[in-house]
């Protein structure tokens, strides 16, 4: 019993000591050099506090919805439309759709007439009117693929209002519209003709341009004197811009020392169109027109009754339009 308790002894101080050799062969070995010196020591470990701390704000991302795709337009929608929009002083452009329903009660009330007729973008010249579908200045058609849905138009002509009828042209002349588009208006081609706008010139201004500017101030007699007098031509009309007349109401002045005063003056336009070609006369002389066939005049207005005829002719002279405009004028 002794020998056993002898061999039970030397065998647990064998497991013991093979235990603390798998132990130390655990732990990590010093590795002999150089110690890593305090600043790269400091900079390390800041690092590492670092990224510590960001772990410490870092939460969880929440997860992201699906992305939803945008709806694509559609390329009809079910309607009779054409819409006109300008391009440039001589180009308009048009685009429009039409509904299958359209054309099947068409097909149902022409029956084999549909398939003779033509389709067609009726084009008016709308200017200077209230257009009612009958009192066009002119008006074109263009023929139309069947399959096409917008149009690039040559108006051939610059500063003129239009609008476009979408329809069908039937073999015996009638005309079927469909669609009727918006009015627009092309811009003129060149700087504009309007160059007579009279503008206020406040009294101060007014000062400095005709008096201080040549050396004659305010309060110089002579410089006043100048003043007032380039004052009454201007609104005389003697200095106004040549070939336009203006008559002014009498000034009301107040008896005494006062300086105190008012003046208007009133002016009429009228403008108008035709056919380029045409003979306009304006209170019975011939006047000239621009090369799309406008025309503007400027009159004095006086207190009263103005009558003032306009009257066109045709280029072969069988046709005849007048139109007299009546202005009467009250001043209190």
């Known amino acids: 019993m002794a020998i056993l308790r002898k061999i039970k002894e030397k065998l647990k101080k064998i497991m013991q000591r ?18 890593i010196p305090a600043a790269e020591k400091k900079e390390i470990f800041g690092q590492q506090e670092t990224a510590i701390e960001k772990t410490k704000f870092y939460g969880v991302e929440a997860p992201r919805m699906p992305r939803a795709m945008p709806q694509e337009l559609p390329e009809q929608y079910g309607q009779d439309k054409i819409v006109l929009q300008v391009r440039d002083p001589r180009w308009i452009h048009a685009y429009w759709e039409t509904s299958g329903q359209t054309y099947e009660r068409l097909k149902n009330e022409l029956r084999d007439e549909f398939y003779r007729t033509k389709r067609l973008l009726r084009v008016y010249d709308v200017s200077q009117i209230i257009f009612d579908g009958k009192n066009a200045h002119r008006f ?3 023929q139309i693929n069947e399959g096409a849905n ?17 329809g069908l042209l039937l073999s015996d ?3 079927i519209m469909i669609a009727r588009s918006n009015r627009v208006c ?12 009279e503008w206020m010139i406040p009294e101060d201004m007014f000062a400095r341009l005709y008096g201080m500017g040549f050396g004659l101030g305010r309060s110089s007699p002579v410089g006043k004197a100048w003043q007032e007098r380039i004052k009454r031509e201007l ?12 008559v002014a109401s009498p000034v009301k002045k107040i008896p005494g020392e006062r300086k105190f005063w008012l003046m208007v003056n009133t002016e009429l336009i009228v403008y108008g169109a035709t ?16 090369h799309d066939g406008t025309f503007t005049m400027r009159f004095a207005l006086p207190n009263g009754k103005q009558v003032i005829p306009v009257k066109a002719i045709s280029s072969d002279n069988k046709e005849e339009r007048t139109i007299t405009p009546i202005v009467t004028k009250e001043t209190k």
């Open 18 to 35: 093979k235990k603390k050799r798998e132990i130390v062969k655990g732990l990590p070995r010093k590795i002999k050099g150089k110690e």
């Open 140 to 142: 074109f058609d263009i």
């Open 150 to 166: 917008n149009w690039y138009i040559d108006t051939a002509g610059a500063g003129r209002s239009w609008c476009v009828d979408l």
């Open 173 to 175: 002349g009638r005309f």
């Open 186 to 197: 092309t811009p003129i081609e060149g700087p504009s003709w309007i160059t007579d706008e």
């Open 235 to 246: 609104f005389s009309g003697v200095l106004a811009s040549p070939g336009i007349s203006s």
């Open 275 to 290: 056919e380029p070609d045409a003979k306009v006369y304006v209170q019975d002389k011939q006047i000239n027109l621009r």
